[in-house]
């Protein structure tokens, strides 16, 4: 029997199982590499559609899909027709007859979604704007390494709070049932929100007993017109020595990066915690693996 067909495009309305399966998998193959021989990819071809920049996703997913025996294209979207106005779904009806999975990082959530929709082949959110939700598989992964479950902690989001990564979040707490404090400027809260989250102005009030502080760029991707505006918006919402002497003894810092020095982080903190912070950036090749065999073989036994 095969695989029912299963696709990763947001954390909105994910269970903890879902969640649960993807890590357990990310923590073997991370405790395994070298010594493992799954091979869930061997024989498929996966297409890398990226129409922004990107260092560790693709990285991660390109080094990710071959150790699990695939074979991998990268396309910048630039380049393909849907650069000169070709529809998604053409894109995704020509892809999905010829190739075995897609990783897509692009602007408009849907585009991501109809993509899926029309290939009918694994299709894996690789950042849009709005939601990142590779990245916060292995943020949990990192978290839960160093402090056990993330179930009932404090994480303390800083910065803009509206942003892809912030949402994400967001749905991660609903589904694993821990305390998110965002704290961003007036303009930079989350449209988003559960239970489970708080949002404030007031930076100290999110960094308090925190467990965890978190930032992310002041301008994502695609906004950099608003660079001037939202560099005066931030000022102060930043990660620094203050903020992190109020958080909980053993805090963790953490950062998806690209890290802006002296911007939402000091340099200071930074390289101080830079251990952590790569630690980090590591899980991302543990988690996308995590990612790519739940997609298609389901959880292992
Ligand atoms: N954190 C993250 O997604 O990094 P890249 O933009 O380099 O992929
Ligand atoms: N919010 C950032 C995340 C980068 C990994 C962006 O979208 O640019």
Redesign the pocket.
């Known amino acids: 029997m095969s695989t029912p067909l299963r696709h990763f495009l947001g954390l909105k309305g994910i269970e903890a199982k879902t969640i649960r399966e993807i890590l357990d998998l990310a923590a073997r193959y991370k405790a395994e590499r070298s010594a493992i021989s799954w091979r869930p990819l061997a024989g498929q071809t996966w297409a890398m559609i990226f129409t922004?920049?990107?260092?560790?996703?693709?990285?991660?997913f390109e080094v990710g899909i071959r150790e699990l025996g695939g074979n991998v294209l990268f396309l910048n979207a630039n380049d393909l027709q849907l650069g000169r106005g070709e529809p998604i779904k053409d894109t995704a009806r020509v892809l999905g007859r010829m190739v075995h999975g897609a990783v897509i990082?692009t602007y408009a959530q849907s585009d991501v979604e109809d993509f899926a929709h029309y290939a009918k082949i694994p299709t894996i959110n690789?950042?849009t704007d709005d939601e990142?939700p590779?990245?916060i598989v292995a943020d949990i992964q990192t978290i839960e390494e160093k402090l056990g479950p993330i179930t009932g902690k404090k994480v303390a989001f800083i910065g803009d709070c509206a942003c892809n990564?912030a949402r994400s979040w967001i749905y991660a707490a609903e589904a694993l049932r821990f305390h998110l404090a965002l704290a961003g400027p007036v303009g930079y809260l989350s449209p988003v929100t559960n239970p489970w989250v708080t949002q404030a102005h007031d930076v100290t009030e999110a960094a308090r007993d925190a467990e965890v502080l978190y930032t992310d760029v002041w301008v994502s991707?695609g906004l950099e017109a608003e660079k001037a505006k939202r560099a005066a918006a931030f000022a102060g919402y930043q990660i620094n020595h203050e903020l992190v002497a109020l958080a909980k003894k053993g805090a963790l810092v953490q950062h998806?990066?690209?890290a802006y020095r002296d911007q939402e982080i000091t340099e200071r903190i930074f390289e101080e915690r830079a251990g952590e912070i790569f630690d980090q950036?590591e899980n991302?090749l543990h988690a996308q693996k995590g990612i790519l065999h739940w997609l298609t073989d389901g959880p292992m036994g």
């Open positions: 922004k920049s990107s260092t560790r996703t693709r990285v991660s990082r690789a950042l990142h590779c990245q990564v991707m998806c990066l690209p950036a991302r």
